[in-house]
């Protein structure tokens, strides 16, 4: 069992940065790839990043892609998103995800869900 909770979301002016944060709890969280998703308002949920099991590995959206970074901590069970040179279009809730030596694009593949955090980037 994983358990995810995320952090870190919040207001931000275009052009600004924000860093999530996805601490897991679960002693084999070790071996999960994660992703991170997002939901827009109106939109459909959509792959962001994603970080391999031992953090070697990462894949992101094209539209993230330059702006954004995926790290793990493994000693500290958390996984991060840095956000850089945000934009209106990237307001949304951000899920970070789980799933067992998994760790790309597909939401079907991923097990465990935490509760969203809310990033609002004005213009």
């Known amino acids: 069992q994983v358990h995810l909770v995320e952090s870190g979301g919040g207001l931000v002016q275009a052009g600004g940065s924000l860093r999530l944060s996805c601490a897991a709890s679960?002693?084999?969280?070790?071996?999960?790839?994660v992703g991170w998703f997002r939901r827009g308002p109106g939109k459909e949920r959509e792959f962001v990043a994603a970080?391999?099991?031992?953090?070697?590995?990462?894949a992101y959206a094209d539209s993230v892609k330059g702006r954004f970074t995926t790290s793990r901590e493994i000693a500290k069970n958390t996984v991060y998103l840095q956000m850089n040179s945000l934009k209106p279009e990237d307001t949304a809730v951000y899920y970070c995800?789980?799933?067992?030596?998994?760790?790309?694009?597909?939401?079907?593949?991923?097990?465990?869900w935490g509760q969203g955090t809310q990033v609002t980037v004005s213009s």
């Open positions: 995800a789980a799933a067992l030596l998994y760790s790309d694009y597909d939401p079907r593949k991923y097990n465990y």
């Open positions: 679960g002693r084999t969280f070790s071996t999960y790839g």
């Open positions: 970080i391999s099991w031992n953090g070697i590995s990462t």
